[in-house]
């Protein structure tokens, strides 16, 4: 069985700890994962440092958690946002989104669920439109998946509720 790669680019470094701090996901409720977190076996290896969520075009980008916005702007034509979360250690953990019309500036507190700005077009994903989300620890790079608590990752079954006092309970069907 092949080793889990090492090093600044992959998940066994010093660095590859991540809280579960995230209160919510980056955009919608459950967004499709179009492409996973494909780590590089080295620092400048191919990979995929971030995970594609499906979305349209203008769908408000939300902080996952608490932090500071380190960086609102354009980056190679796209625009791009980065926070770095609130207690997350030295250095600490910066969350990445592109392509984002940026509602924020840098220097700007955000709290979880605080919208950093609008999905914008973009070719990341081969003609559809999604979000590139990305979690960094200084040079290391990290699935932000593992940002989310698992009740946000796993469907949960259906849970029936009483029905409360006062409302008609509903007819049996024949």
Same mark, same amino acid.
């Given at each position: 069985?092949?080793?889990?790669?090492?090093? +600044?680019?992959?998940?066994?470094?010093?660095?590859?700890?991540?809280?579960?701090?995230?209160?919510?996901?980056?955009?919608?409720?459950?967004?499709?994962?179009?492409?996973?977190?494909?780590? &590089?076996?080295?620092?400048?290896?191919?990979?995929?440092?971030?995970?594609? %969520?499906?979305?349209? =075009?203008? @769908?408000?980008?939300?902080?996952?958690?608490?932090?500071?916005?380190?960086?609102?702007?354009?980056?190679?034509?796209?625009?791009? =946002?980065? =926070?770095? %979360?609130?207690?997350?250690?030295? &250095? +600490?953990?910066r969350t990445t989104f592109? +392509? =984002?019309?940026?509602?924020?500036?840098?220097?700007?507190?955000?709290?979880?669920?605080?919208? %950093?700005?609008?999905? @914008? @077009?973009?070719?990341?994903?081969?003609?559809?439109?999604?979000?590139?989300?990305?979690?960094?620890?200084?040079?290391?790079?990290?699935?932000?998946?593992t940002l989310l608590p698992l009740h946000l990752l796993?469907?949960?079954? &259906?849970?029936?509720?009483?029905?409360?006092?006062?409302?008609?309970?509903?007819?049996?069907?024949?």
């Amino acid at each position: 069985m092949p080793s889990a790669p090492s090093g +600044p680019a992959g998940p066994a470094g010093p660095s590859a700890e991540v809280p579960r701090i995230a209160r919510n996901w980056p955009i919608g409720v459950r967004p499709s994962v179009l492409r996973g977190w494909e780590p &590089p076996a080295s620092a400048y290896g191919r990979g995929h440092r971030g995970v594609d %969520l499906a979305a349209g =075009v203008g @769908a408000e980008v939300r902080s996952v958690a608490a932090g500071r916005v380190s960086f609102a702007g354009r980056v190679a034509g796209r625009g791009v =946002v980065s =926070v770095e %979360l609130t207690g997350t250690g030295d &250095p +600490p953990l910066r969350t990445t989104f592109q +392509p =984002v019309s940026p509602g924020v500036r840098r220097g700007d507190g955000v709290g979880a669920g605080s919208v %950093l700005g609008g999905l @914008a @077009a973009g070719d990341h994903c081969g003609g559809a439109v999604c979000l590139h989300w990305g979690l960094r620890r200084g040079p290391a790079y990290l699935d932000p998946l593992t940002l989310l608590p698992l009740h946000l990752l796993t469907p949960l079954p &259906p849970r029936l509720l009483p029905v409360p006092p006062g409302l008609p309970l509903p007819q049996r069907w024949p």
